[in-house]
């Protein structure tokens, strides 16, 4: 910039200083290819007022599926179970509206929905192990996981039941431990005992705490005066 030429402490370049760069004199066309540009004063290395940045891009990709998403919009175990049996009515009615079923959800839509968020919770917090890939570096190795004939993941053991893995990534998961945990408001260990009937999910008991603690109906029944 030529204006900035008497802000330095340098012999000033007559010609610039009076006309400008070379390649304002060319027609506009030829300004971004013009070899002019390059005999025109450019930086330098050891010019005091010129400074180095380095930037950092990345590109984000959200692993979330549709069920991931709808999860965390909902604050209500049967709600979620409900909104995802509605939708996979509405996909099977898009695909084949012979298989649109009519009037209310059934018992069979609630299961599959239910299936789907479980399978949701485990290909996002287990892609491996989902996959049928059990390793000793897995997080659940120590469950002894493994795949049903649904393909959703279960602790194994010669206990006789076996409940389904549910990661606490998951959204799913807290509306899981507050739906068992407002059935009666009862202890952690109580309710635990409850959820593990059927799921088994990561870091239960530290997130049991956390909801009953911040239950109100808890507060006012069981804290001290």
Known sequence: NPAD??????????????????????????????????NDRLLCDDDPEVHRHAFCSAECTDARDWVHRMA????????????VAWITRFCRYIKDKRQMGSGSLSAVDIANAQKLIVQSSQKFAYPDESKGVFGKRSRIHALAPFLDPD???R???????????????????????RHFHEVSHSGVEWTLSRVRRTYWITNARSMLKVIRNGCFTCKRLFNKP
């Open 155 to 177: 602790i194994g053991g010669r206990t006789g039941y076996h409940p389904l893995i549910v990661s606490h990534l998951h959204p799913a998961s807290k509306l899981i431990l």
């Open 72 to 83: 965390d919009h909902y604050s209500s175990w049967v709600s979620l179970r409900r909104g």
């Open 5 to 38: 030429l008497l802000t330095k402490k340098q012999q000033i370049d007559t010609a610039l200083w009076k006309s400008g760069p070379s390649w304002l004199s060319v027609s506009y066309p030829f300004w971004c290819s013009s070899p002019s540009l390059n």
């Open 151 to 153: 393909g959703l993941l």
